[in-house]
């Protein structure tokens, strides 16, 4: 499974970013998927979450100001994000949950995107 991130940026506060994720390997739309950030010093947190039917789910710090979204036709998730923050700086990553046949899960991440946001 192949995942790899793309959109980040240097942008400033106020501003605008679109983040994608373009997943191979795997049934897309079958998977739930979610974005993730670590900021500097910081453990990563979950940033926002898409299930397989598209129920979302978002952090607090982003929610107003995000929007997850998945085109499985194009094996593809997004993050809008909106009035970014400097606080919004880190480098986000793409989680991928596989869940097999026999119940087993696994995680696939991307190798993650820089976004800085400057004051």
């Known amino acids: 499974v192949e995942v790899v991130e793309s959109g980040g940026g240097s942008v400033q506060a106020g501003g605008s970013l679109t983040l994608s994720c373009k997943v191979s390997?795997?049934?897309?739309?079958?998977?739930?998927l979610g974005w993730y950030r670590r900021a500097p010093g910081k453990q990563r947190e979950m940033v926002a979450h898409i299930g397989r039917y598209g129920s979302t789910d978002y952090a607090d710090s982003v929610k107003g100001r995000g929007i997850i979204s998945r085109d499985n036709a194009k094996n593809t998730m997004y993050l809008q994000m909106t009035t970014l923050k400097p606080e919004d700086t880190a480098v986000y990553y793409c989680?991928?949950?596989?869940?097999?046949?026999?119940?087993?899960?696994?995680?696939?991440w991307g190798q993650g995107t820089q976004v800085t946001v400057s004051s």
């Open positions: 390997g795997t049934i897309f739309e079958d998977n739930a």
């Open positions: 989680k991928v949950e596989e869940e097999f046949t026999n119940g087993e899960k696994f995680d696939y």
